[in-house]
């Protein structure tokens, strides 16, 4: 069961997840500045006149944006952490896993929504949608599910490997 050729795989899955969990990290930092530095300047600007509400709304907008792709980083983060932990057939990184792959199946509707604020900020409605771009948006929603399949077939490892322990 042992055998060194799957330590030495265990090894390097640690070792590229140590690097994967500080870059998203390092992401999660700068992104969090980031927010602050978009926050900071539409406080104060709050002080004097009322913004204007296309301002006000790109503001919003980009940091509604930048939270979710935050939020995908701290998932990977954390599922990278149990990685680290040496803990990869448990229901925990099946369930980290299934929640990135949530997490990116719904990057699929942002294109839509962020045309239509986009459009409803400049124009003050909904234009008309001329490009389709339906390959990235599938590709996402595909991508994702297969995640969420694949964190299932994790926590049935898990529960597979823990019931092979009791047995032996």
Same mark, same amino acid.
Do not use: H
């Given at each position: 069961?042992?055998?060194?050729?799957?330590?030495?795989?265990?090894?390097?899955?640690?070792?590229?997840?140590?690097?994967?969990?500080?870059?998203?990290?390092?992401?999660?930092?700068?992104?969090?500045?980031?927010?602050?530095?978009?926050?900071?300047?539409?406080?104060?600007?709050?002080?004097?006149?009322?913004?204007? *509400?296309?301002? $006000?709304?790109? $503001?919003?907008?980009?940091?509604?944006?930048?939270?979710?792709?935050?939020?995908?980083?701290?998932?990977?983060? @954390?599922?990278?952490?149990?990685?680290?932990?040496? @803990?990869?057939?448990?229901?925990?990184?099946?369930?980290w896993l299934?929640?990135?792959?949530?997490?990116?199946? $719904?990057?699929?509707?942002?294109?839509?929504?962020?045309?239509?604020?986009?459009?409803?900020?400049?124009?003050?409605?909904?234009?008309?949608?001329?490009?389709?771009?339906?390959?990235?948006?599938?590709?996402?929603?595909?991508?994702?599910?297969?995640?969420?399949?694949l964190g299932?077939?994790?926590?049935?490892?898990?529960?597979?490997?823990?019931?092979?322990? *009791?047995?032996?």
């Amino acid at each position: 069961m042992n055998n060194p050729l799957s330590s030495s795989r265990r090894e390097k899955v640690q070792r590229l997840s140590r690097v994967f969990r500080l870059l998203c990290q390092v992401l999660l930092g700068f992104g969090g500045l980031l927010i602050v530095g978009l926050a900071i300047p539409y406080f104060l600007a709050r002080r004097g006149p009322m913004p204007d *509400l296309y301002s $006000t709304g790109v $503001t919003v907008i980009g940091m509604a944006g930048l939270c979710y792709w935050l939020l995908g980083a701290w998932l990977l983060e @954390r599922l990278f952490s149990n990685f680290i932990a040496g @803990r990869f057939l448990e229901a925990s990184s099946g369930l980290w896993l299934k929640r990135f792959g949530f997490w990116m199946a $719904t990057c699929c509707l942002f294109p839509f929504a962020g045309r239509y604020l986009w459009d409803v900020a400049l124009y003050g409605g909904p234009g008309a949608i001329k490009e389709s771009p339906m390959a990235p948006i599938f590709g996402s929603m595909l991508a994702g599910l297969f995640l969420i399949m694949l964190g299932w077939v994790l926590e049935e490892a898990g529960e597979l490997q823990a019931e092979q322990e *009791l047995i032996v």
